[in-house]
C-alpha cells in the first residue's frame, strides 16, 4: 500500500544490463505495510495484486522487443523489488520472478557472476535505451497531426 492507503503503488522500473544478464525489474511502494509472499501469491494489506504476473509480463515484453532489435533470443529475468520500512515474510518464493527488497537489490543482480561479455551487455543496453526498440515513433504532436493541422489561436 502506498502512503496514501488507497492502493498499491506499482510501476516498471527499470531494465538493469549488465554482466549479470538483463534483469526487467519491477519496482512496489509497499510503504510501511507488511508484504507476505506464498508462491505467486503476494498480499499486502489483504489484498492480492497481481505483482508477480505483471513483472513476468513486463519481462517477456522486454524480451520480445529486445529479441526483435537484436535478432537473437534475449533471455529477461523478472525481478520484484519492494521499496518501503515494512517487513517481508516468504512462505514460498515465486518460481521464475526473483524477489527481494530494495536494500539488496543491487547484490541480487551482481549475484549471477558474468554471464554475458561487458562488450555484449553495452551493446544490448545500447539497443535498450533507443526508442525504435520498444516501437516508439518521435511525435511531436499528439494524435498524429502534423503542423499543418495545427489549430490556429486568433486573439
Known amino acids: 500500500m502506498s502512503a496514501t492507503g488507497d492502493r498499491i503503488e506499482q510501476h516498471t522500473g527499470f531494465l538493469a544490463v549488465g554482466p549479470g544478464g ?9 510503504g510501511r505495510q507488511r508484504v507476505m509472499l506464498a508462491g505467486d ?7 492480492r495484486p497481481p505483482l508477480v504476473a505483471n513483472a513476468r509480463r513486463d519481462a517477456r515484453k ?3 522487443a529486445l529479441t526483435a532489435a537484436v535478432g537473437t533470443r534475449v533471455p529477461v529475468v523478472p525481478v520484484l523489488t519492494f521499496v518501503g520500512s515494512g517487513s517481508i515474510s ?3 518464493l515465486p518460481s521464475g520472478c ?3 527488497n ?8 551482481s549475484a549471477a557472476g558474468e554471464r554475458i561479455s561487458a562488450t555484449t551487455a553495452r551493446k544490448l ?5 533507443h526508442p525504435a526498440t520498444w516501437g516508439e515513433q518521435y511525435r511531436w ?5 502534423t503542423a499543418g493541422d495545427k489549430p490556429t489561436t486568433r486573439r
Not at 141 to 145: E, T
Open 141 to 145: 504532436y499528439p494524435d498524429g497531426q
Open 62 to 64: 522486454a524480451s520480445a
Open 41 to 47: 501469491v503476494v498480499q499486502i494489506q489483504g489484498r
Open 22 to 30: 538483463v534483469y526487467a525489474v519491477t519496482v512496489v511502494d509497499q
Open 125 to 129: 543496453a545500447e539497443v535498450a535505451s
Open 98 to 100: 526473483l524477489v527481494v
Open 90 to 92: 516468504a512462505h514460498g
Open 102 to 109: 530494495y536494500r539488496e537489490l543491487d547484490h541480487l543482480l
